[in-house]
């Protein structure tokens, strides 16, 4: 027996997917239920028992009261069911939405057409929005790699590709989505930190990189929500922010890790700038140093030039 991880996605019901339902246009419906409540008209005329106004109003010559034996009346009430039939069957497709149609608790098929539309009344109908739709979270909480607690808040973009199984493999298609965004989401955001204090040559990946957690974290939502009918085109971050009670520590590690950076590169600027002064002094033959004198140049120049970069850019 094949094994299957507890954390891989649900599988899709092979037994039930959407298929075209049995369904035909309203007006074929309504040409049935006009034709047998003209039958039935007919019989009642041919028994004289049609309202001597509903003759006139037609123009029908008048027919003596003769009744009607059982057979009459048997195709009468046959002409009624008919009619009822037909006329009971009618709705009004719409653009955008699919009809479900079970019968005794077994998927008959889906209804998409549009229009005036017989299904028939025996059947009970579902009706299911299909059109693309986006929807937007609200505040969520997730943690990110390092154990910060952050908001984030997603878009989605969405649509439900199978009715069949968006009505029937769940209670409720939207409430599982958006349950599944709040899944995907903290598993998606737990990945990676959400800010790196570390030198841009590391190149560490952050949640700052919305193109590639958007990417993650659709095809996160797209196969867990398969098996319920579900389409997911796009799942994208819009904000990523940290939880009030850890924003203004964040904030002051953010500035100390920009002032590291600022101060490592002002030193290694000065430190270019000392070396390539004494190289050219000594070059030159300008001075005559010993290690001793050498290094104290060193240390004077370097102060010297430290204080003076740092008080240019503090101006600035």
């Known amino acids: 027996m094949e094994s ?6 649900p599988r899709p019901d092979r037994d039930l997917a959407e298929r075209r339902g049995p369904a035909c246009s309203g007006w074929w419906a309504l040409l049935v239920a006009l034709l047998a409540l003209a039958g039935a008209g007919w019989l009642v005329w041919s028994g004289g028992l049609l309202p001597d106004p509903v003759t006139e109003f037609l123009r029908l010559p008048a027919r003596p009261r003769e009744g009607l034996d059982a057979a009459r009346w048997a195709a009468v009430a046959g002409c009624g069911i008919v009619a009822l039939f037909a006329l009971g069957g009618l709705t009004r497709g719409r653009v955008g939405s699919a009809w479900t149609l079970t019968l005794l608790g077994r998927y008959r098929g889906s209804v998409r057409r549009t229009g005036l539309v017989w299904i028939s009344p025996l059947m009970l109908r579902r009706r299911v929005d299909v059109r693309l ?19 984030v808040v997603v878009l989605v973009v969405w649509q439900v590709k199978d009715a069949a199984r968006a009505l029937l493999t769940i209670d409720d298609h939207a409430a599982y989505l958006r349950e599944q965004v709040e899944a995907g989401t903290a598993r998606v ?26 990417d993650a974290l659709s095809r996160t939502l797209a196969a867990e929500c398969r098996a319920v009918g579900i389409e997911v085109f796009s799942a994208r971050p819009t904000r990523v922010e940290y939880a009030p009670e850890v924003a203004a520590a964040m904030q002051r590690r953010q500035i100390a890790a920009i002032d590291a950076k600022h ?7 000065v430190l270019d700038a000392v070396d390539d002064t004494v190289r050219r002094l000594t070059e030159r033959g300008l001075v005559a140093l010993d290690d001793y004198e050498r290094k104290a140049l060193v240390k004077d120049l370097t102060v010297a030039f430290y204080t003076a970069r740092g008080t240019a850019v503090d101006t600035h």
């Open 4 to 9: 299957r991880s507890p954390l891989s996605p």
């Open 133 to 151: 739709r986006h929807w937007r979270s609200e505040p969520m909480t997730a943690v990110d790699a390092q154990g910060v607690e952050l908001r």
């Open 189 to 214: 955001i737990s990945r990676l930190p959400a800010d790196s204090f570390r030198e841009p040559a590391d190149d560490t990946p952050t949640l700052r990189d919305t193109e590639a957690v958007g």
């Open 263 to 269: 101060r490592d590169s002002v030193l290694t600027s």
